[in-house]
């Protein structure tokens, strides 16, 4: 890595950037590479649903019933991430560079553990869980067809996500964003080749989907593991005591397990969502999966830029500039306000041409460009509350930013949705979710606003 990022030198040491310059030029600088490579990842998803829409409806719906296990996992993994680069973050901002090194370290192990775990629970849990969404025999087959694939290759899914934030924290967001734009080619290269068997590849449908994604991401956790442990040094195999790893687990998890209850929350109120959703029939439920595919796109930048607050928050934080936090924070909401004003215009227009591209179908159409047109009305606040959210992971109050994610799901997204279903139907559960977003969003905001009130007020 070059110096003027982050790099381990020949002392081990590491630079630290992120506590001086403009606030506002040094957050740009790091949002712009970040953004290629959320979006690449975004478009990763969004490249498997066009060509399993080239397949069927029913394989899109299945695609979309799978979705929310697969959000569960990935958000969880990155609730561990955040925890892990919450620590570094404040390890590289004090200079201390065993711990930078500890805690990489444990933080990986800990991500083993959680494949062991969270496999054999997927495994086990998919019948009656995809039962439970409402999924048919027919589409229940494709489901396990796909997520058998994907389980099989946790691995390649959890430590990238892990390394890829302990690369983060040092202020590179260059490195993380190439290594999951790679796995983006690869994805978009292979999807085709195995899913309708072109070439010598045999035709395996949605499976070949599901091998695609799993062969990507085994090339992210290659470039990973080779740019932590060779590159900047940031494993040790140093012998410690195993209570010295647990107590770097529990560090981690004491922010990680809120931060991952914060994200794991959505994805369970989306499978809530297609359960609502799966009484009006499969088109429907492919429908939701696209739409809310095109929803992370369309915040993809919110995204980007609450991934760089959180080492930016932590060096700063770490490094008694309370200041630059705050300036930080307020220029990082008010731009997540404006961006999703933008969105909601860009797509009031677009929906119906974006639409098309993942259905020829005209009722999944239909379906996809009104829950669009409805939510995106409430992307302005819903992009606070990612911010926010972040932030207060980062302040050390993830119990704050777990207890907003669940109001906002079991409170407000979850009751308005079933009201909106029996007084309007489809139309009804979609606007439910646009108002649960916009309050918050607010709830958000206002709960951040004192925090750091408060945090000032200590000194």
């Known amino acids: 890595m070059r110096d003027d990022t982050s790099a381990a030198g020949e002392s081990g040491r590491w630079k630290t950037v992120l506590t001086e310059g403009p606030v506002g030029r040094t957050l740009l600088r790091l949002t712009v590479?970040?953004?290629?490579?959320?979006?690449?990842?975004v478009a990763f998803n969004l490249t498997d649903t066009f060509f399993v829409g080239r397949l069927g409806t029913m394989e899109l719906?299945?695609?979309?019933?799978?979705?929310?296990?697969?959000?569960?996992?990935?958000?969880?993994?990155?609730?561990?991430?955040?925890?892990?680069?919450?620590?570094?973050?404040?390890?590289?901002g004090r200079g201390d560079t065993r711990a930078v090194r500890r805690l990489t370290t444990d933080s990986l192990s800990l991500a083993l553990l959680a494949v062991v775990v969270f496999g054999a629970a997927g495994f086990?849990?998919?019948?009656?869980?995809?039962?439970?969404?409402?999924?048919?025999?027919?589409?229940?087959?494709?489901?396990?067809?796909?997520m058998s694939i994907w389980l099989a290759g946790l691995l390649f899914i959890f430590f990238p996500m892990i390394g890829n934030n302990a690369i983060r924290a040092n202020g590179d967001t260059k490195t993380p964003a190439l290594i999951m734009l790679a796995a983006v080619c690869a994805n978009i290269i292979l999807d085709p080749l195995l899913i309708f068997g072109i070439g010598p590849f045999p035709r395996l449908g949605l499976a070949g989907a599901a091998l695609a994604t799993v062969l990507a991401r085994a090339i992210t956790f290659t470039l990973a593991f080779y740019i932590v442990h060779f590159r900047l040094r940031m494993l040790t195999f140093e012998r410690v005591p195993f209570v010295e790893v647990l107590a770097s687990w529990k560090r981690i998890l004491y922010i990680g397990l809120p931060a991952a209850a914060t994200r794991v929350i959505v994805p369970i109120g989306i499978g809530v969502?297609?359960?609502?959703?799966?009484?009006?029939?499969p088109k429907v439920v492919a429908a939701?999966?696209?739409?809310?595919?095109?929803?992370?796109?369309?915040?993809?930048?919110?995204?980007?830029?609450?991934?760089?607050?959180?080492p930016f928050t932590g060096q700063n934080w770490g490094a008694a500039r309370t200041g630059r936090v705050k300036k930080g924070i307020s220029l990082s909401n008010r731009f997540a306000f404006?961006?999703?004003?933008?969105?909601?215009?860009?797509?009031?227009?677009?929906?119906?041409?974006?639409?098309?591209?993942?259905?020829?179908?005209?009722?999944?159409?239909?379906?996809?460009?009104?829950?669009?047109?409805?939510?995106?009305?409430?992307?302005?606040?819903?992009?606070?509350?990612?911010?926010?959210?972040l932030v207060l992971n980062v302040l050390h109050r993830p119990i704050h930013a777990a207890l907003l994610a669940a109001g906002q799901t079991f409170a407000l997204t979850i009751p308005m949705a079933w009201v909106g279903m029996r007084l309007a139907g489809m139309k009804g559960i979609f606007t439910g979710v646009g108002v649960s977003y916009l309050l918050a969003g607010f709830a958000a905001w206002l709960v951040l606003k004192r925090v750091l009130s408060r945090l000032e007020e200590r000194g």
């Open 273 to 281: 969502l297609t359960g609502m959703i799966a009484a009006s029939g």
């Open 288 to 310: 939701f999966g696209v739409a809310i595919k095109i929803e992370f796109f369309a915040m993809a930048v919110i995204f980007a830029l609450s991934t760089v607050l959180g």
């Open 61 to 92: 719906a299945a695609l979309s019933f799978a979705f929310p296990l697969v959000l569960v996992l990935m958000r969880f993994t990155m609730g561990l991430g955040i925890g892990a680069s919450a620590l570094i973050s404040r390890a590289v």
């Open 124 to 146: 086990l849990a998919m019948d009656p869980l995809f039962r439970a969404l409402g999924a048919d025999a027919e589409i229940l087959t494709l489901v396990k067809t796909y």
């Open 33 to 41: 590479p970040m953004v290629a490579g959320i979006v690449g990842m």
């Open 338 to 389: 404006l961006w999703g004003i933008g969105m909601f215009a860009l797509l009031a227009v677009f929906a119906g041409p974006i639409a098309s591209i993942f259905s020829r179908d005209p009722e999944v159409v239909f379906a996809i460009v009104l829950y669009t047109r409805i939510v995106a009305a409430a992307y302005c606040m819903y992009g606070v509350f990612v911010i926010s959210s």
